[in-house]
């Protein structure tokens, strides 16, 4: 039996503790900014209840399948690629979670859930094969409960804006829709996603530029007209509230081409012709427009780099992307942002938010430039990094060199629509706790590190992000 | 004078130093799995006393001697290629030792030192020029008592099985008469290790081949009899109880080869006509095939890789290798890993444990990694990172993304046998304080965290290892 | 109202911050050593008084620049590239950092100032928008008075020796007349910089090396020439006191040419017509040539490789360079140094002291090279890792590896001359601390502690660059 503990992810230290309790009880009622994420939008404009638990809190969160399936659970028997589960396969899905529940013990996936359950659900018991169909049953009953709908579910987390990429052909209609809702109140506005529209190397990519061209209603045949069409297609993002535009390749580099270069690429990549150096150096080249148009229309950049995406073929093939084979790169930022800031790095409005999966960037290369660059600032931990004592490595090896204004304040970036709560909580107690070590080292007063706290969790993601 | 203290290396914090002492407590008593290391089996199958202090406790340990060496002592001062050294050259090595204890303040091997001596030899003065004399006596006398023979250690120390690398070539008959010895109920085990045979570039590549086409009775003359040849020796070492193969190359990339590639190379590599290049990619192919050959024979592969083997040509010369002047090379294991595991990964029974000098891939390649596929285990702490800290970032960088289950479990790596229970000790007790601070700050109930630390001391190293 | 915490920067822990209370008090009385930094010795030559506060602490000081660039102040609102600034002008410039202040919080920066405001001018109030005139009058009252010229401060802050960094083509007129000047007893010497004469891609490069031969009196138009310049100057710096020359350059690879090789590009590059990639190759040529020199002449070589200087180029035309646009590069040494070591790496008497601003070759490269060659040290933290959590990490990485004799001893590294007091009792509360942690873990004795942190302040920093 349990419920999470008040004093969770707190330090140990009884002085300290004492501290971070006062702090965190003061942002714990704040509302939460989300400044980047991929929940589904439609989620909140059908506002249809959730099917079953394991739906809701397995399947589609590849944090969670991706250590049952190192545990030796195929994907298959997770619910993967499946649609709606019967619920007998629900139930056995929940039941695949509870059994292997200590695999879970001492990561953030576990801290996550538990908080979920507990304070949605109201569920008390450790996971385990014994605990398992009463669990189901328990968060089944409620998820069929009007209270536990979306929209009261958006309304209870207390989220005030709730951000999520979009592909730059959506028609963003369901935006739309909430936002002309009249029984709606909340915020969800898209952020601007093109990766694969500026990668040639990406399959279908002839495909995808001529669907960006029909979105736009710009022949993308040319070079001049695939620019054309990515900007209007950011003006359209912007006239329907996003106010960033998000970039995720294997690396980091905006080396820009010539034109002429650039438009022979395109020309050759549209053929089938492009090498795979030319595809690189297009990307690369694409990347620096994509912050010369963030300084021209406003848009907040974002990048998440560094990843070696499907990482198992097979599985791949199989299931697709996003199952939680994506593995991290090494990365540099020193050189490879170098041609975007001497062009851009003080031109008024630019945010450029640096996320990373290699934490040896943060002292190394990141705070630096964001202790330089006014347009640059550090992303929040990321991803696999999104967890406590590496939010605690986040903040000592950045907060040296730069404080708290140049980092992004907390992004929960996830797909894990009830977990938005248990994450944000997480960081603020987390930050709360590094305050509280600064305090009592004598190298903050507490009346600003309360002060820093609560901007770190409103203000801060608010000016980066231009919410 | 001095007693190890018994909460040495737990955290200073009382509440998480209570929770230490108990779990540490509840391992205390476990027997030692040794599943990788380099202790010679002749040893105990000889069973003779050991000749005196320096020998067992300088001379042949690089950890030692290497800071001396930064000290300004010379190799051959350490007795260092000297074979057994006289009485007054032995004493002169430890007094040696003695004078510059003070260099040692914060390493493990300090650490160890002290705990030997203490727990061992009784020892309970601070070494020093002072007490070099009467320390070198203490231990010469209890040297030459039975009880302090290998084989009485190895009993005292509580060793359950341990496993010895051994070179592919070697026909195992210590390991044979050890096992058919009735006077001896231990377990020692070879482990495959074929790195020179795999590296066209060591010298006398040609001769190695040609040994092991002896060894396997095979005609190692072409490509597919150099490949039946180790295919064969493995199986040798299989029907000797080995469980593992260990690999340590300069990096740890895993390209495969089209089959008359690599036979192409081999030829040229046995002509002497290989370019660096070609050798490069040979070793790279083959690394790949011994992935193939473990999933086909079952032996548990290990990864050592990433170092700058005799960084300092003149002193290996002189004094050959493993002297302690191996300088760790950055490394990366996310694309270098990917052809095998792309083939492998998810490969029923694949087991491939992946070690590193290079702490800044735990967090970034190793763990992620370690958390999808089944066959990918994260090692504990190498060499240099097998210290106190060191360890405590271990746990903190990879335990968030894959907790325990994912983890190699305690490898010693050591061949200073007397030194074997005092880095299990280590561990534990580092495992313990880690559990601690969980416990502590809510991550964890007590009762998870024991049965965590008891698994980490027999039950994981055993199924990882398949012991 | 405040005055800085006697227990600051001490572990948080009640027993850990006993024992460093009882470690640092021991050190806090002894002299500063300062073995490498920036100040203008012509401060005290001159012993003029100090203009105005900002012209102290703000303006020069790129630590402080840098930061406030970042928050949207312009360079050519903080006085840079402008001179003595006009009273208005320089309290405006004091008002800009006093608003503010707060984006400094968790910065040593902040550290800095206020210990130097408070321990050296008395100031007791936060800075803030509504004591910058306050603040600026009182300390600016203190500069006017005798007891604040430099002279009398380097007394107050009880300074033995001060180490900065010339031109090879200096004439060191100044350090003789400190030297001869029988009103002062302190001891200002120089360090060696000849970056700029060995990178044939600096501007001006023939330029340089004319004025280099016309400051040796030697003929620069032949390479041979050229190297009896850089040897002639060496001498000569060494009999105006020098101890060490310092040499930082993008990566730290010392691979040698022949010298004929080494002839022709020298040749080549004095007219214009050598390439990038043999600009580079003379570069890293050069590097081991210094460490053949050191070897000869007896100079401590220290290496701050690893920066992209002038990160920005278009602030870089208009103000210069050190204004805070140099960002950290990614680097590695293990081959990088190898051709040196392999040369030198066990020369009696060459000290290769090794700083950097990549962390992670800390545990990675530098200790386990300085725990093999006797000549091989790892400097302390530099720069952005000169900080309060940074200096934890730097111990914690290196001791375990090499205690702590292999390591450089505390190296200020400014040109803030009131800063100094404040970087070394910073230093000696983090070290102090660090050993407090190893005290309570029963890791060191504390009388061995106590020891430690007195050699690191005096004996250390002495030994290793010979003062």
Not at 63 to 81: C, F, M, N, S
Request: hydrophobic share 40%; with cysteine.
């Amino acid at each position: 039996m349990f419920n999470v503990h008040p004093d969770r992810l707190f330090p140990a230290d009884a002085n300290q503790r004492g501290i971070a309790r006062r702090l965190h009880g003061a942002t714990a009622g704040l509302p939460l900014v989300c400044p980047h994420g991929h929940v589904e939008p439609r989620l909140l404009a059908d506002n249809q209840p959730f099917s079953d638990p394991a739906s809701l809190l397995v399947t589609p969160d590849h944090y969670v399948t991706r250590l049952l399936h190192a545990d030796g659970v195929a994907l298959e028997d997770l619910g993967i690629g499946q649609g709606r589960l019967p619920e007998a396969a629900a139930r056995a899905v929940w039941r695949r979670l509870c059994e292997r529940w200590a695999i879970f013990a001492a990561t953030p996936v576990r801290w996550w859930l538990e908080a979920e359950l507990n304070e949605i659900f109201g569920v008390t018991s450790r996971l385990s094969a014994e605990t398992a169909d009463a669990t189901f049953d328990q968060v089944a009953t409620h998820l069929a409960d009007e209270a536990f709908r979306p929209r009261a579910l958006y309304e209870r987390f207390n989220i005030s804006v709730l951000t999520t990429t979009a592909d730059p052909c959506d028609d963003l209609a369901v935006y739309s829709a909430l936002d002309s809702d009249p029984s709606w109140s909340g915020r969800v506005i898209p952020a601007f996603r093109p990766d694969r529209y500026l990668e040639p190397s990406q399959p279908e990519w002839n495909h995808s530029i001529r669907r960006l061209g029909e979105a736009a209603d710009v022949d993308t045949g040319s070079y001049r007209g695939y620019i054309e069409a990515l900007e209007s297609r950011r003006r359209y993002f912007l006239s329907h509230g996003a106010t960033s535009a998000d970039h995720s390749h294997p690396d980091a580099r905006t080396d820009p081409l010539g034109d002429s270069e650039a438009d022979r690429i395109f020309r050759s990549a549209l053929a089938g012709d492009a090498t795979q150096a030319e595809a690189i150096a297009f990307r690369r080249h694409m990347l620096f427009e994509m912050a010369r148009m963030s300084c021209d229309d406003g848009l907040v950049m974002t990048l998440h780099c560094g990843v070696r995406r499907d990482h198992h073929p097979p599985s791949a093939a199989h299931f697709g992307s996003d199952i939680g084979a994506d593995i991290p790169l090494q990365i540099e930022f020193t050189d490879a942002l170098r041609p975007v800031l001497e062009r851009f790095g003080i031109h008024p409005g630019f945010h450029l938010v640096v996320f990373t999966l290699d934490e040896t960037v943060w002292s190394r290369e990141l705070a630096p430039m964001a202790g330089f660059y006014p347009s640059v600032y550090v992303g929040v931990p990321w991803w696999f990094l999104d967890a406590p004592d590496a939010i605690g490595r986040f903040r000592a090896a950045v907060s040296e060199t730069v404080g708290f204004t140049r980092t992004s304040g907390f992004v929960d970036d996830t797909r894990a629509f009830c977990s938005i709560p248990a994450r944000h909580d997480m960081a603020r107690r987390l930050d709360a706790g590094f305050l509280a070590r600064l305090v009592s080292e004598h190298r903050l007063d507490e009346d600003e590190a309360a002060a820093i706290a609560a901007d770190l969790v409103i203000g801060q993601p608010a000016r980066v992000f231009k919410l």
